[in-house]
């Protein structure tokens, strides 16, 4: 469920915002014919409110400003919960039956400058915080960090929840109108994060930011 709401504050000011509600539920059931996983099945369910607001304000002609908070919701699904592989060789990545949802705050501010209709360029920067990030690390399965597969030792490893990541980074784009009939896009994207090393104290490179 969710609902929006924009107004104009003022001719060059305009308010946006928005509020939804996710609710979700998964069941799992693990075969247990050729791994001897210690559980049976997963059970999930959960759900949050998260909304967003934004300020867009028009300076003079062809400039745009832009602002925007907003909070993210996600449960997790069932290849984050089931999946067992190979992530790389010599280590395992197995089901986590204990994974819990992830949460993130948003901010965002962007510039757009648009000239004689014929070029629009954008420049958008962001930083994102996530609570209860879902990383993957160490873990054990049936009391062992290592099991053979393969024809190898592997090292265990399972998706899990870390105390806090944050993701930050830039968006560019450019538009050029070089006829009514053809048009050149290009875009580039700059972004990095970390996240907690619950075992040293400390932020480390995050892995999928």
Request: no cysteine; proline share 6%; glycine share 12%.
């Given at each position: 469920m969710y609902g929006s709401y924009k107004v104009n504050l003022k001719p060059r000011l305009t308010f946006l915002m928005g509020l939804r509600y996710n609710y979700n539920s998964l069941h799992a059931e693990f075969d247990t014919t050729f791994i001897k996983f210690p559980y049976k099945d997963v059970i999930?369910?959960?759900?949050?409110?998260?909304?967003?607001?934004?300020?867009?304000?028009?300076?003079?002609?062809?400039?745009?400003?832009?602002?925007?908070?907003?909070?993210?919701?996600?449960?997790?699904?069932?290849?984050?919960?089931?999946?067992?592989?190979?992530?790389?060789?010599?280590?395992?990545?197995?089901?986590?039956?204990?994974?819990?949802?992830?949460?993130?705050?948003?901010?965002?501010?962007?510039?757009?400058?648009?000239?004689?209709?014929?070029?629009?360029?954008?420049?958008?920067?962001?930083?994102?915080?996530?609570?209860?990030?879902?990383?993957?690390?160490?873990?054990?399965?049936?009391?062992?960090?290592?099991?053979?597969?393969?024809g190898i030792n592997s090292r265990v490893e399972a998706l899990q929840n870390v105390s806090k990541a944050t993701v930050w980074g830039l968006q560019v784009s450019a538009e050029f109108n070089l006829t009514r009939q053809l048009t050149l896009q290009s875009f580039a994207n700059w972004i990095t994060g970390k996240e907690t090393d619950d075992t040293n104290d400390e932020q480390v490179p995050l892995r999928h930011a």
């Open positions: 999930i369910k959960d759900g949050a409110l998260t909304g967003n607001a934004g300020l867009v304000f028009r300076p003079g002609e062809g400039w745009q400003l832009n602002s925007n908070i907003s909070t993210g919701f996600r449960m997790p699904n069932v290849d984050d919960v089931g999946k067992f592989f190979e992530s790389t060789p010599g280590n395992i990545t197995v089901p986590n039956p204990n994974l819990e949802s992830e949460y993130a705050w948003n901010f965002e501010l962007g510039i757009v400058k648009s000239i004689n209709r014929k070029l629009r360029v954008e420049i958008n920067g962001f930083h994102t915080i996530l609570d209860n990030a879902i990383v993957r690390r160490p873990f054990t399965l049936n009391g062992q960090d290592s099991i053979f597969f393969g």
